[in-house]
């Protein structure tokens, strides 16, 4: 396990953090990379511009956190669950969410691009129906303020 402070940026690597608690503290720009944070609990933190790479954080619990521009990589989230975090631009890449839970969060301009969709749920409402009820519906008319600009 190596955890150094470089720059004033906390860099975690290889280390076996499950089931920990971190509560008011300022892990802005911090680096975890092959960590196992699985079960942990997070709450009330500063995760601003984190960078979490090859990481299992399975089953973690993130609550009233800042989580914007958090860069998750190849990193297992199952069982996660997110609630109540200020999380804009945050980017996942190559990341296991499967069963992942997010509550009160704000999706808008959110892009979801070449995912596993099984089973997903939107308040309720399974997004493969979502997109079977889109499908069927006629098409959408033109813009008309485009139309009348032309």
Same mark, same amino acid.
């Given at each position: ?7 004033? +940026? &906390? ?5 076996? &953090? ?32 984190? @960078? ?7 089953? &973690? ?39 992942? +839970?997010? @509550? ?25 129906? &979502? ?5 069927? @519906? ?13």
């Amino acid at each position: 396990m190596d955890i150094d402070d470089v720059n004033d +940026r &906390l860099r975690v690597s290889n280390a076996v &953090l499950a089931g920990s608690s971190f509560r008011d503290v300022n892990l802005s720009n911090a680096s975890f990379d092959q960590a196992n944070l699985s079960a942990a609990r997070v709450a009330c933190a500063n995760l601003s511009n984190a @960078r979490i790479e090859d990481a299992n954080l399975s089953n &973690l619990a993130v609550e009233n956190a800042n989580l914007s521009n958090a860069r998750f990589a190849r990193a297992t989230l199952s069982g996660a669950a997110v609630s109540d975090c200020l999380a804009a631009g945050m980017r996942f890449d190559d990341v296991n969410l499967a069963g992942a +839970r997010f @509550r009160d969060v704000n999706l808008s301009n959110a892009s979801i691009e070449n995912a596993n969709l099984a089973g997903m749920r939107i308040d309720g409402v399974l997004v493969s129906d &979502l997109f079977a009820a889109y499908a069927g @519906r006629p098409a959408a008319p033109e813009d008309e303020t485009t139309e009348s600009a032309e």
